[in-house]
């Protein structure tokens, strides 16, 4: 049972971590996929071509830069070029920095915002009037913990986050007679390549081993001390696209083992 079969989505950030995560789990389920995301031509062609023949569905790709609305706007334009429909779409693309505001650099900022924010508001723009001829649609934003709670040094990064939870409940009262619900799904850390890189940045810096970093400084506000793991994200995506989902509209959900609890 294949229960996505001829639908299709558009994940964006998508050809590695939680994004990539999400395609196949897309594509698990049935459906037609168009990638996007940056990386060497070749490694993304490898993943495209993977993910289409270990699970026999339509893998496509796009490299639309997310700091460009023209480019975003071709992305959808191009998925409905090649399969005629949008039905889900995953606003995934994000970039971090850290810095205090005073010592922020402007493009860095407006990067951040662009990326992480904008880029979502420019996938919707372009695929709800599809959604809304076709009667059916979901949209996921994945946003973050951060999203919902705070932390020093990430101005840009929480800011973007906290619009993408404000975008998602508008468009959902915006779409909710239409059949298209909008969700943000908001994870704790998640051991991404980005973290993996972290905590061996962190580990040398402190004077740590990987462990004691993971566990006091990654995790130390996730009281399970355990990242949340890419099948328990995507467990979630699936669940808000399918039709038990359909009355989840606006939600942001946390999902980062009780960090927005506390």
């Known amino acids: 049972m294949k229960p996505l079969k001829d639908q299709v989505a558009v994940v964006t950030g998508s050809t590695s971590g ?42 496509g790709y796009h490299g639309a830069d997310m700091t460009k609305p023209d480019e975003i706007a071709d992305l959808i334009a191009e998925t409905l070029k090649a399969w005629g429909r949008i039905d889900i779409l995953i606003n995934n693309a994000g970039i971090q920095f850290v810095s205090p505001i005073e010592d922020f650099p402007i493009a860095k900022w407006d990067q951040i915002i662009a990326i992480n924010l904008s880029s979502a508001f420019h996938g919707m723009r372009a695929a709800i009037p599809t959604m809304k001829a076709q009667g059916r649609g979901r949209i996921i ?4 913990a951060h ?16 619009g993408v939870a404000g975008l998602t409940k508008t468009a959902a009262l915006e779409l909710a007679t239409f059949g298209i619900t909008c969700n943000a799904i908001c994870p704790g850390y998640v051991k991404t390549p980005l973290v993996d890189g972290q905590i061996a940045d962190q580990a040398k810096a402190r004077n740590m081993t990987p462990e004691q970093v993971m566990k006091d400084v990654i995790l130390a506000a996730q009281p399970t001390k355990k990242f949340v793991e890419y099948d328990q994200l995507a467990g979630l995506m699936l669940y808000l696209v399918s039709d038990a989902g359909a009355s989840v509209n606006g939600a942001i959900l946390p999902i980062d083992g009780g960090w927005t609890a506390q």
């Open 18 to 59: 939680i994004g990539h995560a999400m395609a196949e789990a897309l594509a698990a389920q049935g459906c037609k996929v168009m990638l996007n995301g940056l990386g060497d031509p070749a490694a993304i062609e490898a993943t495209r071509a993977g993910t289409a023949a270990k699970y026999g569905v339509d893998v």
């Open 141 to 144: 934003n994945l946003a973050s």
């Open 147 to 162: 999203a919902l709670v705070a932390s020093p040094f990430k101005a840009a990064y929480v800011a973007a986050k906290h």
